[in-house]
């Protein structure tokens, strides 16, 4: 079954500190991947996706399935990046529907 | 990027009422709308695959009866809780994929409706 796992609920670094959420995931097949970002008082939006191999935000993540993992990272840790980060695969469907399976998400803190 | 909107963002209702809840492309078209439902601390969970023109698929669990979705147009899917109870107190959000865009997965969400029943 598809599941995406992020063990941690929460994360605090200091401002200026490197940064790493992490997340694996299962699932048969090659799996497409996403990270999702939700700031205060605001929608999920779409933070990166590993087909893309982009850098937004000073954000980079690496698909390794070797070890069935997706770590968001970035080097250095900014206020503004407080949020709670969501990872996420696509589900894809005979249907042709591809709806999201998410992990349980972690809280960035970052502290000034 | 494309916008999603929900109405209404919060509702308090009465155990027993139902309530409609709506989805919007605002910018384009989406066959394909996606139910989801927010528990506290928690993540994510699908409930439904909304298609226009046709029946919604359930997830596993979801009891379809209970969740009514109608996909009317290529713009709005609306979900409504029939004989709402307290334990379906929960945050409802939505998201669309925009049409003609083969090969990219990105799903567009809205603002999320946060649903209360006494």
């Known amino acids: ?112 | 990027g494309a916008v999603v909107s929900q109405h209404p963002s919060r509702v308090i209702c009465k155990s027993g009422t139902s309530v409609k809840i709506e989805c919007r492309s605002l910018d384009f078209q989406a066959t394909t709308m996606f139910w989801y439902r927010q528990f506290p601390k928690k993540s994510l969970m699908l409930m439904a695959t909304s298609n226009e023109g046709s029946k919604a698929t359930y997830e596993q669990g979801v009891e379809k009866d209970k969740f009514l979705i109608n996909h009317a147009s290529l713009t709005l899917s609306t979900l409504t809780v029939t004989s709402a109870h307290p334990e379906d107190s929960s945050f409802y959000i939505c998201s669309a994929r925009e049409e003609g865009t083969s090969g990219n997965n990105e799903q567009f969400f809205g603002p999320g409706t946060r649903l209360t029943v006494l």
């Not at chain 1, 200091?14 to 990270?35: H, I, T």
């Not at chain 1, 590993?50 to 954000?59: A, D, N, T």
């Not at chain 1, 399935?65 to 005979?94: V, W």
Request: hydrophobic share 35%; with cysteine; net charge positive.
């Open chain 1, 1 to 112: 079954a598809q599941r995406v796992t992020q063990p941690e609920k929460l994360l605090s670094v200091f401002k200026g500190a490197p940064v790493e959420l992490k997340c694996n995931y299962s699932y048969s097949g090659s799996p497409e991947l996403f990270w999702y970002v939700q700031y205060s008082r605001q929608r999920l939006q779409l933070l990166l996706r590993h087909i893309s191999r982009e850098s937004i935000k000073g954000f980079t993540a690496d698909l390794n399935k070797g070890e069935t993992s997706f770590h968001l990272k970035k080097p250095f840790a900014q206020e503004e990046d407080s949020a709670m980060y969501y990872c996420a695969l696509i589900k894809f469907r005979n249907s042709g529907n591809t709806p999201l399976v998410f992990g349980k998400g972690t809280r960035l803190s970052v502290i000034a």
